[in-house]
């Protein structure tokens, strides 16, 4: 299914269909500067009625279907699945997206998008969790890649602060 691995056209399909959500996990903290490498998206999604709606039309477009199950499960991608459920990982035409509705360590969006800083990718604007908040939900999540992740983004921080302050 998947034509390679393109965040930019996940994200802009995204924002194309009006999704609000902050961008979080590997790719959020490369657009920092951050050199670990991620295969794929991930996004804390505001989950009012009206944005899963948005969200279930967007996973549409972009053809999207369940990953890591063993085997086909029945799955209708609709609002009221997305609704019924926190947090799914697919595959799409453009790579692997991970939709979390409230990530590890945070109370979710508005959590989230208070903090987060809006960056502009090319002609949209994606809000992106800071640094902090990364490194919190890293904390949070406690698998040893995160906990690898968490030295790596917390020296990032330093070196952004102290570049900041001069």
């Known amino acids: 299914m998947s ?7 996940c994200l802009r399909t995204l924002d194309a269909y009006g999704v609000e959500f902050v961008l979080i996990g590997g790719f959020a903290g490369s657009l920092f500067g951050s050199e670990l490498i991620t295969g ?10 009206a944005n899963v709606a948005r ?5 549409t477009d972009l053809e999207a279907e369940l990953r890591g199950v063993e085997e086909r499960v029945p799955f209708r991608l609709d609002a009221a699945a997305i609704a019924a459920g926190d947090s799914f990982t697919f595959t799409t035409r453009c790579g692997p997206l991970d939709i979390l509705g409230v990530p590890a360590g945070t109370d979710g969006f508005d959590d ?10 090319g002609g949209f604007n994606v809000a992106v969790a800071d640094l902090e908040d990364l490194i919190r939900m890293k904390k949070a999540a406690g698998r ?3 906990l690898a992740a ?7 921080a330093d070196l952004i602060d102290g570049i900041e302050e001069h």
């Open 3 to 9: 034509g390679g691995f393109d965040p930019l056209r």
């Open 40 to 49: 794929d998206v991930d996004i804390c999604y505001d989950r009012s009625p």
């Open 55 to 59: 969200l279930s039309s967007a996973l």
């Open 112 to 121: 989230l998008r208070s903090t987060a800083m809006t960056m502009d990718l």
């Open 144 to 146: 040893p890649k995160d």
């Open 150 to 156: 968490v030295e790596h983004l917390a020296a990032l």
